[in-house]
């Protein structure tokens, strides 16, 4: 039996990016998309173009540099929502336009007011309208799980007719349990009668934990693509997880016999590992695949099983997703070329000789901070350079008087406009002395919302990595910093938050008054 392909439709710069906390830049949607082609995914839910001026400038700038994977835009089943996709993926080699509809009697009641009638006539005439900017059009029935079944054949059939081809089957809430989702697969293959014109795709949220489970017995029964994130980030509890769905079928290919994807599964951790520096959440030690734990073998009877013969309790190899061999690098007597080989072998080989010099001047100041530089260093100083484009004030020096029987106190020097600020504070610990006296510099109050730290590697000398989202002017935004005082850590986060927002509000000022 010839194996057929599951389409890997990856949404984490769209669903993914939606939930609190996962918001990203322009350029770190461009970053992140450019590593999911090296991923080989084969679409990228580059945003949503109509949400707001920030999602169609990356859907634009997705489109303009990715080449091997088709991009795509969600829109609305609306005209407007569907011409601003179109004009966003212009340039894009392979263009998708996603339109969708709710199709629950819950949310046709209560959220659209429209009936069923309605609701199928807007969904016929947006695929209509969005073949106009396309042949690849991608409609999904939003919240298909709680629809009636005959509404539900009916309006993919009307759809398919009018030319979409996929169709997709959310379990929007994540109410489903596999067996139920499994089925309604089944039944949408026996029940529409030109289903053999489209792709049938799925989409499940994991409110319930089981968004994996549904995914793959939504396969099992005949969908031939699956909506996935990286390290299941979402809406809530969030999507399928990629990296989950992709080694299921790769590693349990006796089960999935007539099923294949193509996802280069070597860059799965890299692409963990890049979302997690980006978004500055970090996922839990036991996460399937991707955490730290997946492959490591504490108890002393399966070490000494993995020894005598490695399959006794290893189902995949670590190799396989990408994980590094060797965890400890370099240190401070290490060469530039060892540097710049070690960064090849983490997969950085694009940089250029300039941005190399510079990440070494970075690397010998912490090798002599610390004995040991691990991959996670190599990577925490990586994004720090990469992404100081959009740094608009300087951090120049911080200075902290602090101890049990002292008020701390703090002196923060910044570089901003070209001119040099100076602002001291107290504070009831030196961490938040030293966030007031950043404050005062930068002359606007945050509220922070949330503040977490953890040690990116092992040992007392280890890097501290801090993360915080802040509420500036009623925008949240997530910053990060590391360093191996966890102060500096703290204010380098703070501010990065603050540049974010800055660097957001300008974009979205200009984009305004430029007119889209
Ligand atoms: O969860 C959902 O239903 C969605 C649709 C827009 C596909 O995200
Ligand atoms: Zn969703």
Redesign the pocket.
């Given at each position: 039996m010839e194996k057929e392909k599951i389409i890997i439709f990856d949404?984490t710069l769209?669903?993914g990016e939606?939930a609190p906390g996962f918001s990203m830049t322009v350029e770190e949607k461009v970053t992140m998309a450019k590593q999911l082609e090296k991923l080989n995914v084969d679409v990228i839910e580059a945003g949503f173009a109509a949400a707001s001026p920030g999602d169609f400038e990356a859907v634009r700038a997705v489109a303009e540099t990715v080449k091997n994977c088709t991009v795509c835009s969600?829109a609305r089943a609306l005209e407007t929502d569907i011409e601003k996709a179109g004009e966003a993926l212009a340039s894009a080699e392979k263009k998708r336009i996603?339109t969708?509809i709710?199709t629950s009697p819950i949310h046709m009641k209560y959220k659209l007011k429209m009936s069923p009638e309605q609701v199928l006539e807007r969904a016929v005439s947006a695929v209509k309208f969005a073949r106009n900017f396309t042949d690849d059009v991608e409609f999904?029935a939003?919240?298909?799980f709680r629809s009636e079944r005959d509404f539900l054949f009916k309006i993919f059939e009307a759809v398919i007719d009018a030319g979409a081809k996929t169709i997709?089957v959310?379990?929007?809430?994540g109410y489903a349990m596999p067996e139920e989702f499994g089925q309604l697969i089944a039944d949408i293959k026996s029940n529409v009668p030109n289903i053999d014109k489209a792709v049938i795709s799925v989409?499940c949220?994991n409110d319930l934990g089981l968004a994996v489970a549904n995914s793959l017995s939504a396969i099992k029964n005949g969908a031939r693509q699956a909506?996935v994130t990286i390290n299941g980030i979402?809406?809530r509890a969030g999507?399928a997880a990629l990296e989950e769905v992709v080694m299921a079928i790769k590693v349990r290919h006796d089960y999935f016999k007539n099923v294949y994807t193509e996802i280069n599964t070597k860059e799965i951790y890299k692409t963990s590992r890049l979302l997690c520096r980006i978004t500055g959440s970090f996922v839990q030690p036991n996460k399937a695949i991707v955490g730290d734990n997946a492959f490591a073998h504490e108890a002393g009877i399966h070490q000494h099983g993995i020894l005598a013969h490695r399959e006794t309790y290893e189902i995949m190899r670590a190799e396989d997703v990408g994980v590094p061999a060797s965890k400890i690098v370099l240190g401070k007597h290490s060469g530039r070329h060892a540097f710049k080989t070690r960064l090849e072998e983490l997969g950085y080989k694009n940089l250029s000789e300039e941005e190399i010099d510079r990440l070494f001047i970075k690397f010998k100041e912490l090798a002599d901070k610390k004995k040991e530089v691990f991959d996670e260093d190599i990577e925490a100083l990586l994004f720090e350079e990469l992404f100081k484009k959009y740094e608009e004030v300087k951090l120049l020096y911080f200075h902290i008087l602090s101890g049990n029987s002292a008020i701390p106190s703090s002196t923060v020097k910044i570089l901003k406009d070209g001119e040099e600020i100076t602002a001291s504070s107290h504070g009831d610990g030196p961490i938040d002395s030293a966030l007031r006296a950043l404050e005062k510099a930068l002359g606007i109050t945050g509220r922070l919302k949330d503040y977490t730290i953890r040690s990116l590697s092992a040992g007392k000398d280890a890097m501290g990595e801090v993360r915080v989202m802040v509420d500036f002017d009623g925008t949240t935004t997530s910053g990060k910093g590391t360093s191996t005082d966890i102060i500096e850590a703290s204010v380098k986060a703070y501010l990065d938050a603050y540049n974010r927002y800055i660097a957001r509000k300008t974009f979205i000022e200009n984009r305004i008054s430029g007119g889209i």
């Open positions: 949404t769209r669903d939606q969600l996603h969708f709710a999904s939003e919240d298909a997709n959310p379990d929007t809430v989409h949220h909506h979402g809406e999507n």
